[in-house]
């Protein structure tokens, strides 16, 4: 707690160690997937607008099993659903390094599969995300938040770092065959996993996906703080997400280097914003810190796309990453401690399209704009109409930007039911 990150969630909980653990290797290889195909992408075809594209094909998905992954959350078993999302996951990596070995990739091979993974992933998150919930205490959910981000932190630093340079040197099969192996390992953690029948399931009931979905729908309708807070991350994502377009600034530089130090600006902001977050633990309007966090992200993407040095551009990589991590902190925070547990599974489902589907279709918007109109003014633009955006949803959302933990009635309900259950026991 010296510096902010608090270890007592994985002290707590075998299961959530576990899972901490199989979720960080799995994002590891997920990261250095994430910027080789684009990157092979560029190869192949040096179009922005390809580039770009990308998102664009992984967008149905991302919005088809994300609902579908929430809804099944709070009805299936929860860890055998990770599990078989992971086993595709592998298959798909296998059909990419395949590809990536044959004498002329092909970029529909990138297209398909790269869609069939992002399915994969979003049938996936809300169970995770509801499993965090369950077996972390109430009063412990702003530490795995944190937690949370700094896994994907360090992920997102060694994964684009280490892929992205084995990308240039060695190409992008060798990237693929390293994934193989974070997926070997992922499923390995993830089998020895044991959950209490209790915690296996959600208790949304089987009334019908649809009907679940409808239902959690009405729940969302009643609570703006939480839908202000989608569509915070939405904006952000749509209209200022440069991970796509960072090739195409490296080439400014020396691009045998500047493309892996550029990937890790990004996730460098994020952890120093992690590790120094102690801070955060005094902050009780979480709506307010996400808007003025979500800002400070948009600010540091026009500051990366108008730099002409590299210590520049990567500083405002930097600035955007400590923004948006510290967004997610208090996003998540406000998920767990505020949803009620019955539909946490569908709302994470939710969750994950506005922290998912804001990227995608992010790339497409950068890669089409910067066609348009040059990639300088794709990212500026993009970056200065994020921070307006989101000041506008913090002013036209009162329960959001008024909403305090110490008070909120939502906070309160769950904190009891918590209590009342008590922890549940993990074999």
Do not use: K
Not at 341 to 368: C, D, I, K, N, W
Request: charged share 15%.
């Amino acid at each position: 707690m010296r510096l902010g990150v608090d270890l007592a969630p994985l002290r707590a909980s075998a299961a959530f160690r576990r899972l901490y653990l199989a979720g960080f290797v799995s994002m590891l290889g997920d990261q250095a997937t994430y910027v080789t195909a684009p990157f092979q992408l560029r190869e192949l075809t040096h179009s922005t607008l390809a580039v770009g594209a990308l998102g664009l094909v992984e967008l149905a998905p991302l919005v088809v099993f994300g609902l579908w992954g929430g809804a099944l959350a709070d009805r299936v078993d929860r860890r055998r659903l990770v599990v078989a999302c992971e086993v595709v996951v592998g298959l798909a990596t296998v059909a990419l390094l395949l590809n990536a070995l044959a004498a002329r990739p092909t970029v529909v091979v990138l297209y398909v599969f790269a869609g069939l993974v992002a399915a994969a992933q979003s049938l996936q998150s809300p169970s995770l995300a509801a499993l965090d919930q369950v077996l972390v205490a109430h009063d412990l959910q702003r530490s795995a938040a944190t937690l949370a981000t700094l896994s994907g932190t360090v992920a997102s630093i060694l994964g684009p770092a280490l892929g992205g340079l084995a990308a240039v040197v060695f190409g992008p099969r060798a990237v693929y065959g390293a994934n193989l192996v974070t997926v070997a390992a992922t499923l390995a953690l993830l089998a020895s996993v044991r959950l209490a029948p209790a915690l296996r399931r959600g208790t949304g009931g089987n009334d019908g996906d649809l009907i679940a979905l409808r239902d959690a729908a009405r729940y969302a309708r009643t609570r703006p703080d939480v839908t202000g807070t989608y569509l915070v991350d939405l904006l952000a994502m749509v209209l200022a997400y440069p991970v796509t377009m960072v090739p195409f600034v490296a080439a400014r530089f020396d691009d045998r280097y500047a493309l892996a130090l550029l990937y890790v600006g990004l996730p460098l902001g994020a952890l120093l914003a992690t590790v120094t977050s102690r801070w955060t633990h005094r902050v009780r309007h979480y709506g307010r810190a996400v808007v003025a966090s979500a800002a400070l992200w948009g600010l540091g993407v026009a500051l990366f796309g108008v730099a002409d040095s590299l210590p520049l551009a990567l500083a405002g990589l930097v600035v955007g990453g400590a923004g948006d991590a510290v967004s997610g902190i208090f996003r998540q925070t406000l998920w767990n401690e505020s949803i009620a547990p019955e539909v946490r599974g569908r709302m994470a489902g939710l969750e994950m399209l506005s922290y998912s589907l804001g990227p995608t279709a992010g790339q497409f918007r950068a890669g089409a704009m910067a066609a348009w109109v040059g990639l300088r003014a794709s990212l500026a633009v993009g970056g200065v109409a994020c921070s307006a955006s989101v000041v506008a949803v913090g002013g036209a959302l009162p329960a959001l930007w008024r909403f305090d933990a110490r008070t909120d009635p939502h906070v309160a309900r769950v904190r009891a039911l918590r209590a009342r259950e008590g922890p549940e026991p993990v074999l």
